[in-house]
Structures are given as C-alpha cells and as structure tokens.
C-alpha cells in the first residue's frame, strides 16, 4: 500500500540531525559537500544509494530504510505529476 503524501528523505534526515550540529559539520562527516548536503535537506535533491549508504553507517540504519524512504516519495511524486497517463493493458497474442 502507497503512502499518501510521504515525507521527502531530506526532511526525515533534519529529524535525526541534531539541533546543534551544523550542516558543514554534518557534510564533513558524512564525507559529502556542504552544498549536497544542503539540497537533500532543502528536497531539491534526493538520496543515491551511496548516500543511503553513507546515512546508514553515519546513523546507525539500515540502507534500505533511506532508499525505502526515498522511493515512497518518488513514486508518490511521479503519481501526482502523471495522472493523466492512460496506458492499456498488456494483451498477449493469441
């Protein structure tokens, strides 16, 4: 079952960063640029899976829970913007 509006990863990221860490702290330890880290945070980028990696080992998680979270939102995004495809069922020759 698809979530209805899930959460972008980068907004489930702020929740485990804590308050008095800043983003160039938080981008040294991950071993990424300020600036990546920045736009997942600000959802004008999404997680890789070398980042779910990277998030995984930094965190404690699991990788999938990081690209588990970010297919969720994609898939609810490209619903939002494609419900207007209409494609026909595959039909077998027979």
């Known amino acids: 079952?698809?979530?209805?509006?899930?959460?972008h990863p980068g907004l489930v990221l702020k929740?485990?960063?804590p308050e008095e860490m800043t983003?160039?702290?938080a981008a040294l330890q991950l071993?990424?640029?300020r600036v990546m880290l920045s736009k997942i945070l600000n959802q004008k980028a999404g997680v890789s899976a070398?980042?779910?990696?990277?998030?995984s080992k930094w965190l404690g998680t699991t990788p999938e829970m990081w690209a588990g979270i970010q297919s969720a939102w994609d898939l609810?995004?490209?619903?939002?913007q494609?419900?207007?495809i209409r494609?026909?069922?595959l039909k077998l020759a027979a």
Not at 1 to 7: K, T
Not at 50 to 55: N, Q, S, V
Request: proline share 6%; glycine share 4%.
């Open 76 to 80: 609810w995004e490209a619903s939002r």
């Open 31 to 33: 071993g990424i640029t």
């Open 23 to 25: 983003v160039t702290e």
């Open 1 to 7: 079952m698809r979530m209805h509006n899930p959460a």
């Open 15 to 17: 929740e485990w960063i």
């Open 82 to 84: 494609h419900k207007s």
């Open 50 to 55: 070398e980042m779910a990696l990277r998030l």
């Open 87 to 89: 494609v026909k069922p």
